[in-house]
């Protein structure tokens, strides 16, 4: 079994920034993707930022030149770096990885961005 710890999350002004970090911990072999995803009150659950074992990143549109991604995996951890917030970042962010073949999710921790 894998576990996702999620941090970082806050309250923060338009403008602000923040630090997500997710560490994977339990029995594993290899961590093919990592990725952050948000949930806004009564919006689906959207891809925010996916990092390959290989270092391949994408992001979503309306956060591209404001998040970054990055992952440490001796540490099997990944990072979103978030810039220039705004209020319609205002969601749960949750880290999802594939391990193994499989999916896990996180318990997500909360981004709210005050205008």
């Known amino acids: 079994q894998v576990q996702l710890v999620e941090s970082g999350g806050g309250l923060v002004q338009a403008g602000g920034s923040l630090r997500l970090s997710c560490v994977a911990s339990?029995?594993?072999?290899?961590?093919?993707?990592m990725a952050w995803y948000r949930q806004a009150p009564g919006e689906q659950r959207e891809l925010v930022a996916i990092?390959?074992?290989?270092?391949?990143?994408n992001y979503a549109d309306s956060v591209k030149g404001r998040f970054t991604i990055s992952g440490d995996n001796a540490k099997n951890t990944v990072y979103l770096q978030l810039n220039s917030l705004k209020p319609e970042d205002t969601a749960v962010y949750y880290c999802?990885?594939?391990?193994?073949?499989?999916?896990?999710w996180g318990q997500g921790t909360q981004v709210t961005v005050s205008s």
């Open positions: 999802n990885a594939h391990v193994d073949g499989r999916s896990y």
């Open positions: 339990g029995s594993m072999f290899s961590i093919t993707v």
């Open positions: 990092i390959s074992s290989g270092g391949r990143i």
